[in-house]
């Protein structure tokens, strides 16, 4: 597994947004580094509001846990393609938000890989109360296929960036993942 030791948009930067901002924008911070344990402290003092890491860019997700909880922030858990679901499993309930990746991080803009959808579907139903974020690729076209397997997050950016109508798109994406969450409210 290779990541990255630095990290594009560090803690001075969500410490400027925080300062610019004022308290009401969520900050997940999705941490793509090779040490994501040295990283908690300062994007706590900077006003991160969840930290999440990569299961695989840590020997001891347990105790970067209960580092990142100690430290006033919510957990996510994000798993690349390669890596089986039933590796975030253990996890599962001490996190607030499992992250599966669609594409390989990286470099945006990379096509969706819509066989990462079975491990979306596989938490929705093993843990029907956590967050599930997908990440890599989505957009209009894709969006539905993630939130009928239960993502309830979506991180889109070249959707939306390279969009003539971005908010529309935001809207889009927001609305789609709302609908299927009431869905599988009513089916429950």
Known sequence: MHFVPNITFGHPVVESLRKQLG???FFDMHMMVSKPEQWVKPMAI?????????LEATEN?????????????????????????????PWANQIDMALVMTVEPG??????????MPKVHWLRTQFPSLDIEVDGGVGPDTVHKCAEAGANMIVSGSAI??????????????NVCSEAAQKRSLDR
């Open 23 to 25: 308290q009401d924008p």
């Open 46 to 54: 900077a006003g991160a509001n969840q930290y999440t890491f990569h």
């Open 61 to 89: 997700p347990g105790a970067l846990i209960k580092d990142i909880r100690e430290n006033g922030m919510k957990v996510g858990l994000a798993i690349k393609p390669g890596t089986s679901v039933e590796y975030l499993a």
């Open 107 to 116: 470099f945006g803009g990379q096509k969706f890989m819509e066989d990462m």
């Open 161 to 174: 960036m390279r969009s003539e109508d971005p908010r529309s798109v935001i809207n889009l994406l927001r």
